[in-house]
């Protein structure tokens, strides 16, 4: 009882300041103002809210002598802005931190804005608050207040990102964005020494992949004299491990895509999966990849890292595993090649997950809600900047992390990814004089630069992996090749569980691993895609995708 009453009198309490929410403004401030990105509230204006701050925030502003309710943000917000920020909850105990939002969107209060969650929770929350009118819409207030640099950045998202917080084509919240490709397996990771050692080169396509697993797992590609070697690392979670496989032959498994017509369908059982599952289905019975079955990732990491397993799939920082390998044997390198598809000239789209990480509600009473997006703005410009501003609020002279206390922020919007080419230009033109001083980003020229160098100079393995991701031929680099033509495919579903999902959803994901993998592993013959589509289909899955479209037809207007 004492612990209800503790928790009853915490509620009374936040739910008392919420009460105070959009407290602040004033006569000085005008509509110039509100449409300027980077206008000044005079006298200054007060904006509640509400974030979770994990353990190593909390590190890094106690190192910095500052702490979650005031810090270099806050006062930046009050500097460059005129807003007082005033922080209504924010803990370690994140869990506790979405346990409290749950009971304060039932009692119909919310700070100036919040934040909501990844995609994945957000949506619950979203439903919730939208339909208790809790919800401000920012569809005006972003064109109106938002930069060009924060328009620029969450059109580079792509516009699937704004898919949890739109209803009725309207916006509303606001996302935490990735670059596009950020989250793709957009890399083949081979061993560069084992192709030396059988004068082979890295593969361009499909074919030449296929030949390379071979080669891998039966010509002793390591010189041992022993049969310990296979070619492809693979786990159970094989529909990720392998998207290069699928996206290569133009499929894209555990998604809902678009056809064409406004319509989504369910990637795993469109025609193109028939096809990839065929050629995974030929690796797997030569012997030329990992028995997945009963491997975890961390089996699968262990194959690379030993040097049992020469190929592996993986992100723009996946080199880290490389480099976990070459620390276990110095010998071992690496060469990263975009994923490529049947033939050498196919262009290939990428499978992406949803280019954010947090959403934020902002409150429909809120007297500023274009407050969120000038300190959107704010961190944008933070991030591109090549001078004071970065060091101040992004990273400090050291390299610490300032942006993860942010009350929002842009993650991984960096200037690798929004002027990767000119960053590019400039790490170059260190390698070859050996003279980092035209590097304009504080952390590449001071953190990034010198390990790569210590690297190539003095074979200091602890700068393997920046080699690998910014180096000549760097992954951050090769990135490009698809962001350009935005060649991505992101998950369009990002809904609330409908209501055929809570009755099928575990029946049906045990029929598609079941069916696909039987295929793979030789009980059943490839014919039987077309069983194990029916069985989906007709098991609830028809039913899925009817409610899955009556959501898109909300979201899209």
Known sequence: MKKIAALILTLIMVLGLFAACGEGGGGGN??????????????????????????????????????????????????????????????????????????????????DFANVGTAEMSVSYYGALYRSNLLADLTEVFEKSGSADFKSTLAAAGDAVFLPCTFGGKKMGLPMTDSLGGQSNAYWYIR?????????????????????????????????????????????FFK?????????????PDMWIEDGSNHLVYGSIQPEMKDAVEYIRELFSNGYMMDYTAASEADMDAAVRTGRAGIFGGRIFSASLASNAKKV????????????????????????????????????????????????????????????????????????????????????????????????????????????????TPYYRDTVYPSIIDYLDNDNINGYANYLIFGENGTAWQIEKFRENVDFVINSYIGEQTASMKLYSDTLYEVEYTGLSAIIIGEEQLDYFDVYVDSWKTGGGDDITREVNEWYATVTG
């Open 329 to 440: 044997n110095p010998a071992a390198e690496f060469v990263a090649v975009p994923v490529f598809g049947q033939s050498s000239s196919d262009e290939v789209k990428l499978s992406s997950a949803l280019n954010s990480y947090f959403y934020y509600a902002v409150n429909a009473d809120s007297r500023h809600p274009e407050a969120v997006v000038k300190l959107c703005n704010l961190f944008i410009k933070a991030a591109t900047d090549k001078g004071e501003l970065y060091e101040e609020l992004i990273a400090g002279p050291d390299g610490t992390d300032r942006s993860s206390f942010a009350p929002v922020r842009m993650l991984s919007i960096t200037p690798e990814h929004v002027d990767g080419k000119t960053l590019r230009e400039e790490m170059m033109d260190a390698f070859e004089t050996r003279n980092p001083s035209g590097i304009t």
């Open 192 to 236: 560069k020494d084992w192709l030396d050692n059988l004068n082979m080169q890295a593969p361009t396509n499909l074919e030449e992949l296929f030949a390379v697993a071979r080669a891998f797992t039966v010509n002793d590609p390591d010189g041992n004299g022993a049969n310990d070697t296979v070619g492809i690392a693979c786990s159970q």
């Open 30 to 111: 005008n509509d110039s103002v509100v449409a300027d990105p980077f206008g000044v509230y005079d006298p200054k204006i007060t904006v509640t809210y509400a974030m979770p701050f994990y353990a190593d925030w909390v590190n890094s502003l106690r190192a910095l002598d500052q702490s979650i309710e005031d810090n270099v943000w806050t006062d930046a917000a009050k500097k460059y802005l005129g807003i007082k920020l005033v922080l209504i909850d924010g803990t370690t105990e994140v869990g506790s931190y979405y346990e409290r939002l749950t009971s304060q969107i039932a009692a119909g209060s919310f700070p």
């Open 240 to 252: 990720s491990n392998l998207s290069g496989i699928f996206n290569g032959f133009g499929a894209y």
